[in-house]
C-alpha cells in the first residue's frame, strides 16, 4: 500500500505539469491581460508595451510558463501564481476567498450524501414501485435543472414575493443584538453563525439540488446490482435480518462506485459554485474565478485552474485510499 501511495505521488507531478501547460496555453489565448488598464486615465500605449515586457508577455508561450512557474517558488512572490493585475497575489486571493467555497461546497456535498444514499438505497429495494418512480422523475428533474435558472427562481420567489431569505451576499453588515444594530465583526459568534446560515440557505439549496441528483441514481444503480448478487441471497436464506443485510453486505460493497464519485465531486462542486457564487453575490472562489475571466486576470484565472487542477487529482488520490479502506478485497502491490 505505502509503495503504491508512492507511485501515484510521483506520478501526479508529470501530470499536474501537463494539465499546468494545456491550461496555460488557453488561458493566454484570452489575450492580452492588461488590455482593461487602458480604460484608466493616464494609461498609455508604451505603458502597457512595458508591462508586457516585464511580465515576459512578448516572449513564445514556452517560455512564458516557465516564467508563470518560476514565480509559483519565487520568494519574490511568495508562492503567490504570480501577481494579479490588481496588485495582490493569486495565491492571496485565492487563501482569502477559499475558505467561502470549502463551507459552501462541503455543507452542499454533506447534504447531498446524507440524502441521496438513503433514497438510493430505498429506491433500488422498492424497485418500479410508486416512490421509486418519484425519486426517478426528481433525479433527473435535478440532474437537468440549469443551475443558474434555479437560482434565480429562487431568489425570485423567496427573495423578492415573500421576503423571506436575503437575495445575495455573505452576511448582512449589521445585526440586532438584544435591540441595538450592531456591526457584523462585533456580534456575537451564535447571531453571525445563524446569519451566515440564513444568507447561505438558497446557495446551498441550489448546489444540493445540483448533486443530489446524479448521486440518488449512482445509489440506486449500485444497489441494485448488489441486491442481486448471489451473497445476498445466501444471507436472506440464513434468515439474516432485512436490516442486517443492508447495513452489514449492501452498504459496504454497495458504496464503492459512490468513492469514485465522490473523489471527482471536487471540481464539479467549485465549477457550480461559479455560477451560484455569481448569482448570489458570494465572495468565493467561484466568484473570483468569473470576475478574473471577465476582467482577463490572466494570472488569477491561471492560479485558480491550476488549483483545481490539484484538488481533482487529490480527489482520485483520497478515493484510491478509499477503496483500499472500505474494500478489504482491493490490496495495492
Given at each position: 500500500?505505502?509503495?503504491y501511495l508512492i507511485r501515484r505521488l510521483?506520478?501526479?507531478?508529470?501530470?499536474?505539469?501537463?494539465?499546468?501547460?494545456?491550461?496555460?496555453?488557453?488561458?493566454?489565448a484570452m489575450g492580452n491581460p492588461f488590455?482593461?488598464?487602458?480604460?484608466?486615465?493616464?494609461?498609455?500605449?508604451?505603458?502597457?508595451?512595458?508591462?508586457?515586457?516585464?511580465?515576459?508577455?512578448?516572449?513564445?508561450?514556452?517560455?512564458?510558463?516557465?516564467?508563470?512557474?518560476?514565480?509559483?517558488?519565487?520568494?519574490?512572490?511568495?508562492?503567490?501564481?504570480?501577481?494579479?493585475?490588481?496588485?495582490?497575489?493569486?495565491?492571496?486571493?485565492?487563501?482569502?476567498?477559499?475558505?467561502?467555497?470549502?463551507?459552501?461546497?462541503?455543507?452542499?456535498?454533506?447534504?447531498?450524501?446524507?440524502?441521496?444514499?438513503?433514497?438510493?438505497?430505498?429506491?433500488?429495494?422498492?424497485?418500479?414501485?410508486?416512490?421509486?418512480?418519484?425519486?426517478?422523475?426528481?433525479?433527473?428533474?435535478?440532474?437537468?435543472?440549469?443551475?443558474?435558472?434555479?437560482?434565480?427562481?429562487?431568489?425570485?420567489?423567496?427573495s423578492y414575493k415573500i421576503r423571506l431569505?436575503?437575495?445575495?451576499?455573505?452576511?448582512?453588515?449589521?445585526?440586532?443584538?438584544?435591540?441595538?444594530?450592531?456591526?457584523?465583526?462585533?456580534?456575537?459568534?451564535?447571531?453571525?453563525?445563524?446569519?451566515?446560515?440564513?444568507?447561505?440557505?438558497?446557495?446551498?439549496?441550489?448546489?444540493?439540488?445540483?448533486?443530489?441528483?446524479?448521486?440518488?441514481?449512482?445509489?440506486?444503480?449500485?444497489?441494485?446490482?448488489?441486491?442481486?448478487?448471489?451473497?445476498?441471497?445466501?444471507?436472506?436464506?440464513?434468515?439474516?435480518?432485512?436490516?442486517?443485510?443492508?447495513?452489514?453486505?449492501?452498504?459496504?460493497?454497495?458504496?464503492?462506485?459512490?468513492?469514485?464519485?465522490?473523489?471527482?465531486?471536487?471540481?464539479?462542486?467549485?465549477?457550480?459554485?461559479?455560477?451560484?457564487?455569481?448569482?448570489?453575490?458570494?465572495?468565493?472562489?467561484?466568484?473570483?474565478?468569473?470576475?478574473?475571466?471577465?476582467?482577463?486576470?490572466?494570472?488569477?484565472?491561471?492560479?485558480?485552474?491550476?488549483?483545481?487542477?490539484?484538488?481533482?487529482?487529490?480527489?482520485?488520490?483520497?478515493?484510491?485510499?478509499?477503496?483500499?479502506?472500505?474494500?478489504?478485497?482491493?490490496?495495492?502491490?
Amino acid at each position: 500500500m505505502r509503495n503504491y501511495l508512492i507511485r501515484r505521488l510521483i506520478i501526479l507531478i508529470p501530470v499536474l505539469f501537463i494539465i499546468s501547460f494545456v491550461s496555460f496555453a488557453l488561458v493566454s489565448a484570452m489575450g492580452n491581460p492588461f488590455a482593461s488598464l487602458m480604460q484608466m486615465p493616464g494609461v498609455t500605449e508604451a505603458d502597457i508595451q512595458k508591462l508586457l515586457h516585464l511580465w515576459h508577455w512578448d516572449e513564445p508561450l514556452p517560455i512564458r510558463f516557465l516564467y508563470w512557474l518560476k514565480s509559483i517558488f519565487s520568494p519574490s512572490q511568495r508562492g503567490g501564481f504570480s501577481t494579479s493585475i490588481i496588485g495582490a497575489t493569486a495565491m492571496d486571493l485565492i487563501i482569502q476567498r477559499l475558505p467561502v467555497t470549502l463551507v459552501l461546497s462541503g455543507i452542499s456535498m454533506l447534504i447531498s450524501i446524507l440524502l441521496s444514499v438513503p433514497l438510493g438505497i430505498y429506491s433500488a429495494l422498492h424497485q418500479y414501485s410508486k416512490t421509486d418512480y418519484v425519486l426517478t422523475f426528481l433525479s433527473f428533474f435535478g440532474m437537468s435543472m440549469p443551475v443558474f435558472w434555479f437560482g434565480l427562481m429562487l431568489m425570485y420567489f423567496f427573495s423578492y414575493k415573500i421576503r423571506l431569505f436575503p437575495a445575495g451576499e455573505l452576511h448582512s453588515l449589521f445585526l440586532n443584538v438584544g435591540g441595538n444594530l450592531v456591526d457584523f465583526p462585533q456580534a456575537p459568534w451564535y447571531r453571525k453563525l445563524l446569519d451566515y446560515a440564513w444568507h447561505l440557505t438558497m446557495p446551498v439549496s441550489v448546489l444540493v439540488l445540483f448533486q443530489i441528483g446524479r448521486w440518488i441514481r449512482y445509489a440506486r444503480s449500485s444497489f441494485l446490482e448488489v441486491k442481486n448478487m448471489d451473497y445476498i441471497r445466501t444471507a436472506k436464506a440464513k434468515g439474516l435480518s432485512e436490516k442486517k443485510i443492508i447495513y452489514k453486505h449492501m452498504l459496504r460493497n454497495g458504496i464503492l462506485p459512490l468513492v469514485t464519485l465522490f473523489g471527482l465531486s471536487f471540481p464539479s462542486l467549485v465549477g457550480g459554485a461559479t455560477i451560484t457564487e455569481t448569482i448570489f453575490a458570494i465572495p468565493g472562489l467561484g466568484r473570483l474565478t468569473y470576475d478574473a475571466t471577465m476582467s482577463q486576470d490572466i494570472f488569477v484565472a491561471m492560479g485558480v485552474i491550476l488549483f483545481l487542477s490539484i484538488f481533482t487529482l487529490l480527489g482520485n488520490f483520497i478515493a484510491d485510499i478509499l477503496y483500499a479502506l472500505l474494500d478489504p478485497r482491493i490490496r495495492y502491490q
